[in-house]
């Protein structure tokens, strides 16, 4: 029997089912399929590996240690959106007046998915709960001009109550942001520094996100919903990800894990913005939509995503890939579409 020299392996993690894709250096491949385990996301990837593995009968050791890619994608961190399981309660320090921001959300999510008769009657339009509850959202008194001058100082006890508040109330982890730290991040970094100050008495350890490091677009809103959608959904497989990077090294692969991103290309597990990998699951099938289309000289395509908690739906015209104004409205970032 001819030993087996594995290569690529692709990752897709649903909200049910776990899929993988093993592929060797002659471009042959196999499908393996496990159940997803969303709090342990690791174990799920290794027993779908195991089943892909299992059709070559090479066991796990095997299938990982000549890898040299590993590509991961999937609905799992937009389904902690939908149902509302991610990262939580996070505290949010904010510009003081700006509270209030997440509430507001944009006019447009309210109605852009409803039919016209819908939009003209304010009695259909809703706006979904925050993923941050008000009482978790701090103000802290500081003020920077969109040229970057210090207008307000950073009232430094402000940023100690706010923070001690947030930690009585059992925050997860400290979200910081800013009008225009884009342009100068000077009040984000000093309210960091002080944070990070009281954990350290406290002798607790939980994240601390900056803004400007996560997502530095201008317009606070769509930069504080980046923020926390990241962190909410992104961060947990972030940390059950690089765990996954452990069992490799273990198996003895050194092919760190890349993810795929709304629009088409990969990070590492140490990308800082993981917000751009939140969609990757329905990317990855449009894109390859799009290239069956090509190799069957079909230009107008619909592709669907069913899954245990999303139905995803893309199109494809005249061989092109849509990029969406409206999507971009509910992430702040792009989304292939």
Not at 206 to 212: A, C, G, K, R
Request: with cysteine; net charge negative.
């Amino acid at each position: 029997m001819t030993q087996r020299q594995t290569r690529i392996l692709a990752i897709d993690t649903g909200g049910t089912m776990t899929d993988t894709i093993l592929i060797d250096t002659n471009g042959q491949f196999v499908v393996g399929k496990a159940q997803t385990t969303p709090d342990a996301v690791s174990k799920g990837i290794m027993e779908s590996l195991k089943d892909a593995a299992g059709q070559w009968d090479i066991n796990l050791q095997e299938a990982v240690s000549g890898l040299e890619l590993v590509v991961y994608t999937g609905t799992l961190m937009l389904n902690r959106v939908v149902s509302r399981t991610g990262m939580a309660p996070l505290g949010v320090l904010t510009s003081s007046g700006f509270e209030d921001t997440l509430r507001f959300g944009r006019a447009r999510q309210s109605w852009h998915h409803l039919s016209l008769p819908e939009r003209l009657h304010a009695v259909s339009h809703f706006h979904p709960d925050p993923l941050v509850s008000r009482d978790f959202i701090k103000g802290v008194r500081e003020r920077v001009l969109p040229t970057g001058q210090v207008m307000i100082p950073l009232y430094e006890e402000d940023v100690r109550e706010a923070t001690l508040d947030l930690l009585d109330r059992g925050a997860r982890a400290i979200i910081i942001c800013y009008l225009n730290s884009f342009v100068n991040p000077s009040h984000e970094i000093r309210t960091a520094e002080i944070v990070g100050d009281i954990l350290k008495e406290r002798g607790m350890q939980i994240p601390v996100f900056l803004s400007h490091r996560v997502h530095p677009i201008l317009g606070e809103a769509g930069r504080l919903n980046a923020v926390v959608i990241q962190v909410y959904a992104a961060e947990p497989s972030r940390d059950q990800l690089r765990d996954l990077e452990g069992t490799f090294r273990d198996q003895g692969s050194h092919a760190g894990v890349r993810l795929l991103t709304n629009y088409g290309t990969t990070v590492s597990t140490a990308y800082d913005q993981l917000i751009h990998t939140v969609n990757s699951g329905p990317t990855g099938g449009i894109i390859g939509a799009q290239f069956l289309g090509s190799v069957y000289g079909l230009k107008y395509l619909i592709a669907t995503d069913v899954g245990g908690t999303t139905f995803d739906v893309g199109a494809v015209i005249n061989g092109q890939i849509v990029l969406r104004d409206v999507d971009r409205q509910v992430e702040l970032t792009p989304v292939w579409h």
